[in-house]
């Protein structure tokens, strides 16, 4: 198994935060990262995601933060 730098991660402190305009897409990334943390799972990462209730555009926001799964 190759290990690579990016993945020793020792703490991650920003948030990067994705909008969008349409439910239905917002809806599909929630799905998609579901799938991303499986493929994580291995190196002992996931990806913790948190809703935003918003009500400027866009509407439709999610918090995304990489943490170390237990």
Same mark, same amino acid.
């Given at each position: 198994m $190759? =290990?690579?730098?990016? !993945?020793?991660l020792s703490n991650v402190k920003h948030l990067l935060? !994705?909008?969008?305009n349409d439910s239905y897409d917002c809806d599909e990334f929630k799905e998609r990262i579901d799938i991303i943390n499986i493929?994580?799972?291995k190196y002992g990462l996931k990806l913790e995601t948190t809703f935003i209730d918003a009500n400027t555009e866009p509407e439709y $926001?999610?918090? =995304?933060?990489?943490? $170390?799964s237990e």
């Open positions: $190759r =290990v690579y730098d990016f !993945i020793n935060e !994705i909008g969008f493929l994580l799972k $926001r999610w918090s =995304v933060k990489m943490e $170390r």
